[in-house]
């Protein structure tokens, strides 16, 4: 068996500025061995360990989706020791990744079903996993509606604008997207993702799920939005994040509960969220 | 399974043959205290404590380990590139180990030795270890092993079982591992298996006990919301103490080191009595009060593993907790407290 400890050297094959006051970035890396590739074969919403020697590592969920091949790609915001180091690295430069790590969205029971997105800010890495995974050709026809309410504080600080304007041009996605405050040039929905999701969704019933990924202050304002709008909690599915080490439920830090977030997680129903402690 | 008489004549001569064929470990006496330590040539292991100061787990899981190493010099070739750091133990003998700490091990393993992930070097450590353990005739007030699954006389996660019996010992062996090392010894004198009266006598002895017979029974969210953990967490200095001595504590922390050019990333052990667990790089932390750090700890021992694994409680009863806090916090009287918790009572007093 792999020693689950050792990452997968990777090369640094592009990094984008990904909002306008560069917080984010996103970097595409590249298998350095033949086969590794295929060994990091991922879900969408799984996350992997970004590995620095001799800075350390940091937790991320995976933003490419498994349909995208040749590259795997991360979205990461400044925010502490490990994720400034990325920030400073070029292109070329050879470090490492540890994964795919967790669940995943649960993919096999969402066939055939309705999808609602619900994402707010740069909490959209997996979400848009997600997305290009259920809009590939091979997968559209077995998922139904897919709705998708997407906010961000300005038009500037949207993840993945292309790819956004895109999906607003296609007829097999209902698109909705939101800045906090109107900004000229902007013609889509302003207000923030709550409100916006309630007069947006689709109502909720048996063959409905909402995937939900945001701030917490956007997800304390969404949830009583989606139970008014007919959601039971068994159909809302989110993804939580605690500090993680090792990724794989061995070094204890993350559980919640008997659950650990990086091994049993960090996707987990909002009924299964409910029956643990919230120590997240 | 083979039992045979030590000669205690013969025992530093015995030992010395073995080393040539084991890496020894056992109790030695150091300024005031007892640890395990390698027993390098002439050095015998000291039985007269019951239990030392720190478990034997570091035997198995270092408290400071090297796990990859890399080079950052980029002239070379495989800069960057993280490697395993490779560990060839050689057979290695642990003499001495008490049952309850032999127990710990085996609880552990359930962390580190999974159907979906393996640790490589925990598992090295410890497939190439034989532990030979020594029956506890004479415990401590301290001691609750018998109501934490576990006694003095306790076989699992031991090789060969040893009882004192003044002029020899009694070696029991339990497993083929246990065997080999008897065999490669020349300890062939056989013998009748008395270990179960001397059992009985030694289990009298202790009077020190938990109660855990209703704890699979309550729920998490019940107990996590229970009223005494402000209570039990008041003196509580998260100085981490319980946790380090703790034989059944494994969490860990994962750093790199860079001396130069070159680095090492280790993992050492960590404690959840600290705020820096669980801080999230916003600042925003989970269980950022001493109270939900002390839950976390007797949750996860008496709660959550026992709902997780079905093999009982994540405590094996040695004592060394309730003997060095500094504050005199209870493991036994949280588990007491926890196992006759009655939530409607709770919501009673709420009303």
Known sequence: ?280 | MKVVIIDKGQWAEDLEGLKKSYQLFGPVGEKDYTVFKTLEKGMLPDFSTLNTRLSPKSIVFPQSEDILEFSLDETREDHHIMKEVKKDHPSRAVFGIRPCDAKSISLVKLNFDTAEYKDPYWLSAYEATTFVGLACDNPASTCFCTTAGCGPYHEEGLDVLLTDEGDHFVAKALTDKGETLIKTAGWATETEDTFKLKKKTAESKITSAVETGNLENLEILDLHGATFWDDISFACLNCGTCTYVCPTCWCFDIQDEVHGKSGKRMRNWDSCMFPLFTIHTTGHNPRGTKMQRVRQRFMHKLKYFLDKYNQGIMCVGCGRCVRQCPVNIDIRRVCNLMNSYKPEDACAAQE
């Open chain 1, 1 to 280: 068996m792999q020693n689950p400890y050792l990452p997968y050297p990777v090369r640094v094959d592009d990094i984008e500025v990904a909002t306008e006051d560069k917080s984010l970035k996103t970097f595409k890396f590249v298998f350095l061995n033949d086969g590794d590739e295929k060994k990091f074969a991922y879900k969408a919403g799984q996350f992997a360990e970004l590995s620095i020697p001799g800075v350390g590592e940091i937790p991320i969920g995976i933003a490419s989706s498994p349909v995208e091949k040749g590259f795997v790609m991360f979205t990461v915001f400044r925010a502490g020791v490990v994720t400034t180091h990325l920030h400073n690295m070029k292109t070329g430069n050879i470090m490492g990744i540890r994964g795919p790590l967790g669940n995943w969205y649960p993919w096999d029971m969402l066939e055939g079903k309705n999808i609602l997105i619900v994402g707010g800010g740069f909490a959209f890495t997996t979400l848009r996993s997600s997305i290009v995974y259920m809009l590939d050709p091979a997968n559209r026809s077995k998922f139904g509606n897919i709705d998708v309410v997407y906010g961000a504080r300005t038009p500037g600080m949207l993840l993945y604008k292309d790819e956004l304007i895109e999906w607003e041009k296609r007829d097999d996605i209902n698109m909705h997207l939101t800045i906090d405050a109107p900004a000229e040039g902007w013609n889509y929905n302003v207000g923030f993702t709550p409100p916006i999701t309630e007069e947006k969704a689709p109502k909720g019933d048996e063959n409905t799920y909402a995937i939900v990924c945001g701030p917490p202050i956007m997800i304390k304002f969404t949830l009583p939005v989606l139970e008014k709008l007919g959601y039971s909690n068994d159909h809302i599915i989110m993804s939580l994040e605690n500090r993680m080490k090792c990724g794989f439920g061995m070094c204890g830090r993350c559980g919640i509960g008997k659950e650990l977030v990086c091994k049993d997680g960090p996707v987990f129903t909002l009924d299964q969220v409910n029956q643990t402690p919230k120590e997240y």
